[in-house]
């Protein structure tokens, strides 16, 4: 990812000017939706109630469109050279591409309770090291501020009405406890971010 991210960042600098315009919020959708068409989440409901129910716990165009868009690359065909050659902002598929990550795996070998303790604790150490990302810090800011929105959205206990007791079972033993523990490491390294910037220096 750190190469990718790199030169989506290069072309955010060398784009970045008055007279540029990238998709807005409104030209995404249509897209972006179509993009996870057919796709349930994993409580089984469809996909495009996350996306706007993340959409909505963010503010500000930037956001908002990185919101839309957190699960695109990490979820469909779509992939990030794409979103910067439709005109989504680099800076933006570099907030998304900083938020995609390979599917988390756990030794086979584990059964049971240290099974479903590793998987938590794999998801908690991926969101823990969302602090070191070789970002500037406002985009790095922006990535665990959507990925905070994203975790709210899954702690939804009503989105679990009408899921299987299994999808049901496994939001409550596995899904819930990381995404709680997420939710205080996020507030957390937000807090030490907005701080750090109030100071200009970067955590060692």
């Not at 994203?150 to 049901?168: C, I, M, T, V």
């Amino acid at each position: 990812m750190p190469d990718l991210v790199g030169r989506y960042l290069n072309q955010a600098g060398a784009h970045i000017r008055p007279h540029v315009s990238y998709l807005t919020f409104d030209e995404l959708v249509p897209v972006i939706l179509e993009a996870h068409k057919g796709q349930v989440d994993t409580q089984g409901a469809p996909y495009e109630q996350h996306l706007m129910d993340v959409v909505g716990g963010v503010t500000g165009d930037f956001d908002r469109c990185c919101a839309l868009m957190h699960d695109v690359v990490e979820d469909t065909v779509m992939m990030a050279q794409e979103l910067v050659d439709m005109g989504v902002s680099p800076r933006q598929v570099t907030v998304v591409l900083g938020l995609s990550h390979e599917p988390l795996s756990v030794p086979d070998a584990l059964t049971g309770d240290e099974r479903r303790l590793a998987k938590i604790a794999a998801y908690v150490e991926m969101v823990r090291g969302f602090i070191d990302l070789p970002l500037p810090l406002d985009l790095v800011q922006a990535v665990m501020r959507v990925k905070l929105a994203d975790n709210f959205s899954n702690l939804r206990e009503e989105r679990l009405a009408g899921a299987s007791k299994d999808r049901q079972l496994r939001w409550r033993t596995v899904n819930k406890p990381k995404y709680e523990q997420s939710v205080s490491i996020l507030e957390q390294n937000l807090r030490t971010l907005a701080n750090t910037l109030h100071l200009n220096v970067r955590p060692v």
